[in-house]
């Protein structure tokens, strides 16, 4: 049985424009940095990797990262005074999580969320 992601590793074609953006984040970086062509930063007890591509190589849309930040609202707030822009605004879901999203600065799609208290919960978990 698989119990958890140790790690995600994304493509970019600039590091240092994503290192900038993870460590507005406020991700640990360990390893790597702008001039590298693999960085890794910490997330909880897993890793997120960022990995240096040639321009040539694309991608298209893959899917969604979900990290839980118990703090979603402060987060959005810094982004946007960083700079960034969310797609959307943080708001309360109905399967029991506060949310945003946004994208990286080279396109992969992100959502920072977090469980609301049961006393916030719109629908209980027998509505999921």
């Known amino acids: 049985m698989v119990t958890a992601i140790s790690a995600v ?12 953006f993870y460590c507005a984040l406020g991700l640990e970086m360990l390893y790597g940095g702008e001039g590298a062509t693999f960085t890794s930063f910490r997330i909880g007890s897993g890793y997120l990797n960022l990995i240096a591509q040639p ?46 999203h946004i994208t990286d600065p080279d396109g992969h799609e992100l959502s920072f969320a ?5 006393s916030r919960r719109r629908t209980g978990p027998e509505a999921l």
Request: no cysteine.
């Open 114 to 118: 977090w469980p609301l208290s049961d």
């Open 9 to 20: 590793t994304l493509a970019t074609h600039d590091m240092r424009r994503a290192v900038a």
């Open 55 to 100: 321009p040539e190589r694309r991608w298209s849309w893959w899917g969604r990262v979900i990290f839980y930040d118990p703090d979603v609202d402060g987060l959005h707030r810094r982004l946007v005074a960083a700079g960034y822009r969310p797609s959307t605004e943080p708001r309360d879901a109905e399967w029991g999580e506060r949310f945003f």
